[in-house]
């Protein structure tokens, strides 16, 4: 009897012990209802191909600069929001600058087994400073330096495919919009007022990820970016008159895309 009780103890126990290590496993797995993920999103832009896109309509006919380049990057990919002076006094060209590199932060939630809803939030600024140049005769001049921000909201959905245990899909896209200024002293007004540029983009972006998880509740990411920026515009408002007491804004269209390699991290609880 002892012995028949023994062995009926057992078998519970190894079904009981079964049954929490399953329930376990289920627990850490990525995509189930009720997951808060939070990703460190294109942090590094491995491979990125930028067109800008900026149309003069003031002029008859319309004038568009395009401007093309790509990047190769271990880490951060992205170079100023406005530099050179390519496009018409906005100096959207010498680099060829893009939102769609930057590193952002996401926030996702899974409403239902493997269905996410959340975005990306992207927040960038630069402060400026000074460029001192030789002007002869043992003098020099100092230049101020734009100071700069960026600010990007993505919102998305996603659907995760579990591949095995350390590997999922995550497909993922929404839309975006993306917003960039910078302010630098007018040469011929002193430090106030300045001239200033703003540029405005909505578009979608699709990036589905590879999601490899090494641990539980960790992981990496990586995969491509597909960007379409195609509404927006841009501007360019500079002081005028004698006394630098009126302004002028010119208006410009602005479109751009991206496509790319992008990798990241995430954590989810």
């Given at each position: 009897?002892m012995?028949k009780?023994a062995?009926?103890g057992?078998?519970?126990?190894v079904l009981?012990t079964a049954?929490v290590?399953g329930?376990?496993?289920?627990?850490?797995?990525f995509?189930q209802?009720?997951?808060?993920?939070?990703?460190?999103d294109?942090l590094?832009?491995v491979?990125?191909?930028t067109?800008?896109?900026?149309?003069?309509?003031?002029v008859?006919?319309?004038?568009?600069f395009?401007?093309?380049?790509?990047?190769i990057?271990?880490l951060w990919?992205?170079n100023?929001v406005?530099?050179g002076a390519n496009a018409p006094?906005?100096?959207?060209?010498?680099g060829n600058?893009?939102a769609?590199?930057t590193?952002r932060v996401?926030f996702?939630?899974?409403?239902?087994p493997?269905?996410?809803?959340?975005?990306d939030?992207?927040v960038?600024?630069t402060l400026?400073?000074s460029?001192?140049t030789?002007?002869g005769?043992?003098r020099?001049v100092?230049?101020?330096?734009?100071s700069g921000n960026l600010?990007g909201?993505?919102p998305r959905?996603g659907?995760i495919?579990?591949?095995?245990?350390?590997?999922?899909i995550w497909l993922?896209?929404g839309?975006?919009f993306?917003?960039a200024g910078?302010?630098?002293?007018?040469?011929?007004?002193?430090?106030n007022?300045?001239?200033?540029?703003?540029?405005?983009?909505?578009?979608?972006d699709?990036?589905?990820?590879l999601?490899?998880?090494?641990?539980?509740h960790?992981a990496f990411?990586?995969g491509?970016?597909?960007?379409?920026g195609?509404?927006g515009?841009?501007?360019h408002?500079?002081?005028?008159?004698?006394?630098?007491n009126?302004?002028?804004t010119t208006?410009?269209?602005?479109?751009?895309?991206?496509?790319?390699?992008?990798?990241g991290l995430?954590?989810w609880?």
């Open positions: 009897m012995r009780l062995v009926v057992a078998a519970m126990g009981l049954e290590a329930a376990q496993a289920h627990g850490q797995e995509g209802k009720g997951e808060f993920i939070l990703s460190a294109r590094v832009p491979l990125a191909f067109e800008n896109k900026i149309t003069n309509n003031n008859n006919p319309n004038q568009t395009t401007t093309t380049g790509s990047a990057s271990i990919g992205n100023s406005f530099s006094n906005l100096g959207l060209g010498a600058p893009t769609y590199t590193p996401g996702d939630y899974v409403i239902i493997n269905l996410t809803i959340g975005g939030l992207l960038f600024f400026g400073g460029v001192t030789p002007a005769g043992g020099t100092s230049t101020d330096t734009p600010f909201i993505a959905v659907y495919l579990g591949l095995s245990e350390p590997l999922s993922r896209g839309f975006s993306y917003h910078t302010s630098q002293a007018d040469n011929a007004c002193g430090t007022p300045s001239d200033t540029n703003s540029l405005n983009v909505f578009g979608i699709l990036d589905p990820q999601v490899i998880s090494p641990v539980p960790f990411t990586a491509p970016a597909f960007d379409f195609f509404a515009g841009a501007s408002t500079q002081p005028t008159g004698p006394t630098c009126q302004t002028l208006s410009y269209g602005y479109s751009s895309w991206n496509i790319g390699l992008t990798a995430l954590g609880f």
